[in-house]
């Protein structure tokens, strides 16, 4: 009768040397491509650390005048440059510009990254069904397993620090830009496409000039999204040694510091509010033609 | 609320119909910390007062300072096995002059504290090097991989109590115009994959642990001596322990003596006044916790299996915390 209440499983002792099995091959791996490994991401991890010192290191008026400058020519709202100039300058004001910097310059660099993996990704899920059917499933897989589940790992591989960290934002952060450049490409009219072969464009006009212009708001869509999940991230990242404004958040849930945390907190929601407002103008610019209103 | 009633309830008809050893108890929560010696001490408590005094145990998940604090302003959970009160110093001795906290026992583990390590290689490879003194002199040990000029002492994670002492003692000693960067590794499980990353490659550590731990005996770590004298409590507890501007002008001292308690409330004494008796007695030899430690690495054993694998394995030492009758109840129900 055992049977039906007791599912069929591999004993303990099994399992236990399952798992010590595959732990002992993984550290075996690490001592022996470790280094290697390291070495390959070491460009990386230096551009990271340049990046991260250029941001302190420059004087602040001058950061301020990039980031109005920035926000202006992404939004063209004079409102939105003197919000977000108006929110860096707050965030300083308080003590948290080099942590907020260290932030930026990892969220920067790992927006790129997802954008020049995840719209190349996106076309060739759209292009082919089969590609789409294969990495759909990794996409949930990287947007639900327990980060700590893969970045222990990373962890063992590449040290504490930036890199690992990054990496794990680039995990979490990559699948929306993937999902959305796909779908914005196969949601582009059939009529439309067909009008293009009709004049007789390959298949590189027509993705260049028809299928990615038209799915540019999906796009958009995925770049904000994917900027939103990797500010997400911050305070994960800081648990395994990514300075910035994570770690002071770390420190104040542990010791119960409630304005440290709610200050360091609010700042996040501050970056990802402004990068979600300018990119989104940004996106709705792209698309104006659409609606007939600014014809550029 | 309404869960606690009915249960309070059940637990008062029990009470009204066995009328002896499940009044003599009652229900207990228990703090189950959130490192391997505590959850093993915490599930060794359970099984004993369960299966022995008859206490109805409910472990509640924890870390120092949160589960400090609980107890501190609510009185839930009822026991601490393992509180390391070197961060919650100033509070708790409040809480126990005011007679809502008590510590059941002081030490309950033997050769534990805190300091600062290097793998055991590194001082064959450097014979010169003899305490932590001698260790910040050589920076280039250690080089750190964002600016290898300089060395990487490996701090306490963020938001720890460990951290603030780190971070001061960094000053005290001047590392930084040593040539050190202090590294935060941002949680124990960075602190210990560095450790294990640099041991596994056989490259240098430097860097804050304690004992006892399974990567200490795994890794073969030792405690530096700190080549200066402990320079008062009124250094360490006025300043070290406290935040960097809170602390002005530190002193180079070795680490404080750590000490653990086993921390209950009033109401935990009131209640159960015999499993006091058996906290009194419940002292883990260093050695035998190190053996577990690395056993339930090496196994990846829940606290519920690593209890049970210490009550069968380590029968001598346990059973001279209690009476024979409950050692043969205990023993019974494994």
């Known amino acids: 009768m055992d049977f039906w209440t007791e599912i069929p499983s591999l004993g303990r002792s099994d399992l236990r040397d399952l798992k010590k099995g595959i732990d002992a091959s993984f550290k075996s791996f690490s001592r022996k491509y470790g280094a290697d490994i390291e070495a390959f991401f070491d460009p990386l991890y230096f551009f990271l650390v340049k990046l991260e010192k250029i941001l302190i290191a420059a004087p602040w008026p001058i950061i301020l005048i990039i980031v109005a400058g920035l926000a202006y020519l992404g939004s063209r709202s004079w409102k939105l440059a003197f919000g977000s100039v108006l929110s860096f300058v707050i965030i300083g004001y308080f003590g948290m510009w080099k942590d907020m910097m260290a932030t930026i310059s990892l969220i920067s660099v790992a927006t790129i990254i997802c954008i020049a993996i995840g719209i190349p990704i996106g076309i060739l899920m759209s292009r082919y069904d089969r590609v789409q059917a294969a990495i759909t499933p990794v996409l949930d897989l990287m947007q639900t397993i327990p980060i700590f589940v893969y970045l222990l790992p990373v962890v063992m591989l590449l040290g504490i620090g930036r890199v690992p960290g990054l990496i794990a934002v680039i995990v979490y952060a990559l699948p929306p830009i993937i999902r959305l450049t796909n779908l914005g490409i196969r949601l582009v009219d059939k009529d439309v496409l067909e009008a293009a072969d009709a004049f007789g464009s390959d298949y590189r006009q027509k993705l260049f000039s028809v299928q990615i212009p038209l799915a540019l708001p999906n796009i958009f869509a995925g770049v904000n999204q994917t900027i939103m999940m990797a500010l997400a991230m911050v305070v994960i990242a800081s648990m395994i040694g990514v300075k910035g404004l994570g770690m002071p958040v770390l420190q104040s849930i542990q010791n119960q510091y409630l304005t440290l945390g709610l200050m360091n907190g609010l700042a996040i929601v501050a970056l990802a509010i402004i990068f979600d407002r300018v990119s989104q103008r940004y996106g709705k610019r792209l698309q104006a033609h659409r609606y007939g209103k600014e014809h550029e | ?334």
């Open chain 2, 1 to 334: 609320m309404k869960k606690f009633l009915t249960s309070t309830l059940a637990a008062g008809v029990l009470a009204l119909l066995s009328n002896q050893a499940v009044a003599a108890c009652g229900s207990i929560t228990m703090a189950d910390m959130n490192w391997p010696s505590a959850t093993l001490m915490a599930n060794v408590d359970k099984i004993i007062l369960e299966e022995g005094y008859g206490c109805e145990i409910e472990l509640v998940a924890g870390a120092t300072t949160t589960t400090f604090a609980s107890m501190n302003e609510k009185g839930q959970p009822d026991v601490a096995a393992e509180l390391w009160i070197n961060a919650v110093r100033e509070p708790l001795f409040a809480a126990m002059d005011e007679g809502r906290l008590h510590s059941a026992r002081k030490m309950p583990i033997t050769d534990l504290g805190e300091g600062w390590w290097v793998p055991s290689y590194t001082l064959e490879k450097n014979p010169d090097i003899k305490t932590v003194l001698d260790i910040l002199e050589r920076p280039d040990l250690f080089p750190a991989k964002e600016d290898p000029s300089k060395g990487e002492f490996i701090g306490c994670p963020a938001g720890w109590g460990c951290q603030l002492s780190n971070i001061n003692l960094f000053r005290a000693f001047e590392m930084e115009k040593k040539g050190w960067i202090l590294v935060d590794p941002g949680s124990q499980a960075g602190l210990d994959a560095s450790m294990a990353k640099a041991v596994e490659r056989g490259d240098n550590w430097f860097g804050y642990y304690w004992a006892p731990t399974a990567p200490v005996g795994r890794f073969g770590m030792k405690m530096m001596d700190f080549g200066v004298p402990f320079a008062g409590a009124e250094n360490w507890d006025g300043c070290i322990a406290k935040a960097e501007q809170d602390c002005a002008d530190p002193k180079p001292s070795s680490w404080t003596q750590s000490e653990v308690h086993t921390v209950v409330t009033t109401n935990f004494k009131d209640q159960a006044s015999t499993a006091m008796d058996y906290f009194a007695k419940r002292i883990y030899p260093g050695d035998v916790m190190g053996k577990m430690l690395v056993y339930m690495d090496d196994n990846q054993a829940q606290g519920i299996d690593a209890a049970i694998e210490f009550l069968e394995k380590y029968e001598d030492v346990w059973t001279s915390w209690v009476t024979p009758e409950v050692a043969s109840k205990v023993k019974s129900s494994l």
